[in-house]
């Protein structure tokens, strides 16, 4: 694994990367919670020890640039800076929520933030990647593509055909593959006989690179790297981030497919215990500065219940609007 | 204070659960976060943990027994004010009538549907023709004679029901019943076309008087010089007359249908004729303007004698474009029509009779014909009402030219 | 950590033809399964999640520690390539049965469904056959929003080649797959999300169904709620609701969607006079479409009433539950259809 390092650790950059992994983490705990009062429905996806991917990644993107995701997006939504409030209320069916409550956990859309979605079909977000970066190239734009993915949808088709085009095309999108070992029940040694994605993308002419998933620093600074290569118009990147899901694929999951022990190992080195212990050891923070923290961002995840308790829910009257665009006001 | 731990729900097709151990005794603390007992889904087995620090005071679900999802397992003490969960906001009530069950209605027996008749092979548009003319079901299903019924076997059938009331019975026929019952329907289905056209054609009335001397002498002449079977009657030249007022004036020929006047390019002249027993047919004779009289008359001829026995063809019902009735020779002086719709005129001609008529400056006896016109107004107005009766009684002034 | 399970499996052994046994849906389609893998070695199930998982809908549950990895096999995330592998395998003389998580993915593998699986047998003028079964969950009402609620088999019954079943009961549930591996063709089973959970009994005595015909499950009088699947106990339930008001609705399960058992759907049709069909599908083009010409092509001069049909609204299935409920057909609403082919309004 390589390590890229970043911008030097610094207290205010360090703090900065932990609140916005600690509102993650807060909120899919909240959500937890409020799934099994009933308040989010559907299928609900969470992103516990993924927080440092969303939040690397996403520190080395501009306005611009577009982000195409999955199910497991909370996190993704967050980092990019879609409001929490707005995010809540999507997941409690509101209209006030960014989708206007259609979508729920699984469909986000903020077309402001260039946040596209938000896909229930494994793979399914790779080929509009590719279309946005084929539209970003053809119009001279600045802006580049960033596609999150999954260890499982490397086994569908479209991911495949998604490298080779994008390396075809010299396309900008920068393929972020979020390796957490498990397609839902499969762990990728029993779905994969080639484990290495990296080298799998390298195959297809696409330039890969591994990074540690949990180490927030490494992955930014890998991202950064990423990004600028295909800001350049030197082609697509993928980076593999290794990492690991500390909850069930969904919230119904038994979890028959892995053992406890192997999840209490990963616990232990999650990113946001990794970040805290890093700057507790350099000086640079103390354990009052981490409770803060913890207390001002499960504030904020409150605020956002109670906004979306208290949203309205869209009119039955309406079910059939935007079935078709319509005309822009 | 105390708080209720609850089966969460898991996932979207979960239930309930059963619980199957608790790893937490009453007094021991718990973390947030922490497990505090193992329940079994239909997927197997899985901790659920508890959202805040708490101290577990009491077990109300012991294991091994199966609850539904929001019962509550146990109580809990929470240690402070909780920072995880804020003041309990009142949650937006759902839309009404989301999956709402409609109130019953008003419960009663249901009317069974009368099996007899709706077991008739009809389509749909037979049947409801059938219910526009009156017709009894019953009475169809009998005479059908066909696999199935569509429309213009209703409307044979219809005019069948009435002609075969005005043959004369052998006494004590089985078939009386059936007559009679045609027969009331026949007045049925009358009753109903007339109905209808006083409800929904504004009726107009004009009514004028003709010298039927000329035609009178015209046909004498005529008549004089052809054999029996080509005489003619006086109600040929008057249809023709009124056909060729229709062909020439606009309004008086065709349908009102749909909210409009749709003019026809033939006049087929509706002729009632009368049948025995208390009913009335008006078979249309066709494309009557255009026709010469001898040949109009033996069309006639033969309608009448198919009518009396009992042999129409539908389209001959339903081509009239304009109606002609009459009274005969020994009816009233005026004869005030109402029009069949979907037509929008008809004229009735009274029975000729000697009267008191000025002619060239004296006062004489002549045969004179009142002709009245009932007309739609919503089609013509009394102006041009009054130009087709002034045709008409002009071109009987001048039989010649008939 | 594999923990075993507490419970006993139900509904483990046969019917004797004692008490009728009772299990769920989701029980009878194991063991329908169980049955399968015991009576002929030929036969093994793969999808993703069906072994280790124990399958997404907790179907395959205990079948891989029973059968072993062999004959339970878990797949990548790959439909296009394990459907076709079914397809090969089927053709090659084994009798694969193919799970598909949701019909909501079979769309990655609709190529080859349709241009192999349903294809092959004819343009090869018959030389090939392909006795494959694949089994889907399907349709909607848990919120799972659009991309995972669709209700397609009336899609798959379009496509020439291929039969299509929906068990909608207990005694389906455990024997249509049987049936189903005997056929030579494909056959795609849809088992409707909302029935897994379903309790009821298994009918004593019985060993097998058959797939090609329709049956009445309630006898009526006065119409004809014509259904399948997921939408069956929404009918019943009206039937149930419409007594109340004495309107005897006779309630026909279609079974199979291709081929249609016409005879049995004109016989109920002739006796009613009125026809109301409930199909989950999207109202246009719907299966429910074909049976309302079907039946105007075949008994137009029975009606006394224009037939009638109760579908999801024409959306993308919405998350909210008030939406979601709102589009799809539901008890009300074919109470609503039912007393409006008969000519009369609800009160209220």
Known sequence: MSRELGSPVTRNRGLELLRAMLRIRNFEDRCVQLYGDLKIRGFLHLCNGEEAVAVGTIQALEPADVIVSTYREHGHALARGLAMDGLMAELFGKQSGVSGGRGGSMHIFDAA????????????????????????????????????????????????????????????????????????????????????????????????????????????????????????????????????????????????????????????????????????????????????????????????????????????????????????? | MQIDFRLPSLGADMESATVTQWLKKPGEQIRRGETVAVIETDKGLIDIESFEDAVLETVVVQPGTKVPVGAVLAHFVVEAPSGASGPAVPATAMPAGAGAVPSPATPGPATPATHAASRLRMSPLARRRAQELGLALETLAERAGTEVIHVDDVERLAAESALSAAAPLPPGTAAAASVSDARVAMRIAIGNAMARAKREIPHYYLGHSVDFEPARAWLERHNAQVPVGERLIDGILIAKAVALAAARIEGFNGFFRDGRFESASAVNIGTAIAVRGGGLVAPALLDAARKDLQTLMREFSDLVARVRAGHMRSAEFAAATITVTSLGSDGVEELFPIINPPQVAIVGAGSVTERPWAHEGRVLARPVLTLALAADHRVTDGRAGSRFLRTISGLLARPESL | MIQPSAAAPTGAAPADGTAPLAMTYRDAAREGLRAALMSDQRVFLMGEDVGRYGGCYAVTKGLLAEFGPERIRDTPLSESAFVGAGIGAAIAGLRPIVEIMTVNFSLLALDQILNNAATLCHMSGGQVNV??????????????????????????????????????????????????????????????????????????????????????????????????????????????????????????????????????????????????????????????????????????????????????????????????????????????????????????
């Open chain 3, 131 to 348: 006795p494959l079964v694949i089994r889907m969950a399907t349709g909607a009402g848990r919120q799972l929003a659009a991309q995972h609620s669709h209700s397609l088999e009336g899609w798959y019954a379009h496509i020439p080649g291929l039969r299509i079943v929906a068990p909608g009961t207990i005694d389906d549930a455990r024997f249509m797959l049987g049936a189903a591996l005997a056929s030579p063709d494909p056959v795609l089973i849809f088992e409707h999300i909302f029935l897994y959970n379903m309790e009821g009994h298994l009918t004593p005595g019985l060993q097998k169904v058959d797939i090609d015909r329709a049956i009445v499950r309630r006898p009526g009088r006065d119409l004809s709620l014509i259904t399948y699947g997921g939408s069956l106990h929404k009918c019943l339930a009206a039937a149930g609701q419409l007594a109340t008001q004495g309107i005897e609705a006779e309630v026909l399960d279609l079974r199979t969607l291709r081929p249609l058992d016409d005879a049995v759907i004109m016989a109920s049709v002739r006796h009613t006079r009125r026809a109301v069909i409930v199909d989950e599908g999207w109202r246009s083009g719907s299966l429910a479409a074909e049976v309302v010409t079907r039946i105007l092509e075949q008994a137009f001069y029975d009606l006394d009433a224009p037939p009638a049909r109760v579908c999801t609204a024409e959306v993308p299935l919405p998350y909210p539950k008030h939406l979601e409920d709102a589009a799809l057909p539901s008890v009300a609403r074919i109470v609503e259809a039912a007393t409006g082919v008969l000519g009369r309004r609800e009160s209220g």
């Open chain 1, 113 to 329: 933030h260039r946040f596209y979605g938000g896909n229930a079909i494994v793979g399914g977000g790779l080929p509009l990647a590719v279309g946005f970066a084929l539209a970003q190239k053809l119009q001279q734009q600045r802006a580049v593509t960033a596609c999150f993915f999954g260890d499982g949808a490397v086994a569908e088709g479209e991911f495949h055909e998604c490298m080779n085009l994008a390396a075809l095309w010299g396309l900008p999108v920068v393929f972020l593959c979020e390796n957490n070992l498990y397609a839902m029940g499969t762990a990728i040694t029993r779905a994969e006989f080639q484990l290495d994605i990296a080298a799998k993308a390298r195959a297809y002419g696409v330039e890969a690179q591994t990074v540690d998933g949990m180490d927030v620093f490494a992955v930014e600074g890998a991202a950064r790297a990423a990004v600028d290569h295909a800001r350049e118009g030197a082609g697509p990147v993928l980076l593999e981030l290794r990492t690991y899901r500390f909850r069930g694929h969904s919230m119904f999951d038994a979890q028959l497919y892995r053992d406890k022990a192997e999840i209490e190992a990963w616990q232990k080195k999650g990113p946001i215990i990794t970040l805290t212990t890093r700057m507790k050891e350099l000086g640079l923070m103390t354990e009052d500065d981490y409770q803060e923290l913890e207390r001002e961002t499960r504030a904020e995840v409150e605020r956002s219940v109670q906004f979306a308790e208290s949203a309205p829910w869209e009119p039955l009257a309406d079910l059939e609007r935007y079935v078709y665009a319509e005309r822009s006001r």
